[in-house]
């Protein structure tokens, strides 16, 4: 499986980005799907995750309310749409792929919980 995350670029503070991630399986359908972000220096964390259905999201708590994670299964694409931008949001934004089971009302926020990883696209958030 591969992803390609793209979307990513310079804004101002306060501005909006959407990034997609485009998947390369026949099987996107059945995949939850996650965002994480590196911030430079530092390590990689979860910003959002999306179950297979769309039927449950989840958030960090920095992005609650500012940030939108979707999917359209026909396209293979997830997307997650950034809004109200931050300078502390600045990171490399890797999506994350995860084809195993997907229970609902579970948090799968940890690096192990994925198996397949985009390249990451740089977001930089200028203040």
């Known amino acids: 499986v591969q992803l390609q995350a793209s979307g990513g670029g310079l804004v101002q503070a306060g501005g909006s980005l959407r990034l997609s991630c485009a998947a390369s399986t026949r099987t996107f359908s059945s995949y939850g799907m996650g965002w994480f972000r590196q911030p430079p220096g530092k390590e990689r964390v979860f910003v959002a995750a999306?179950?297979?259905?769309?039927?449950?999201?989840y958030y960090t708590d920095s992005v609650k309310g500012r940030f939108t994670i979707s999917r359209d299964n026909a396209k293979n694409t997830v997307y997650l749409q950034m809004n109200s931008l931050r300078p502390e949001d600045t990171a490399v934004y890797y999506c994350a792929a995860r084809p195993r089971a997907w229970r609902s009302s579970t948090w799968y926020s940890r690096l192990d919980e994925y198996d397949y990883w985009g390249q990451g696209t740089l977001v930089t958030v200028s203040s």
């Open positions: 999306i179950s297979w259905s769309s039927g449950s999201t």
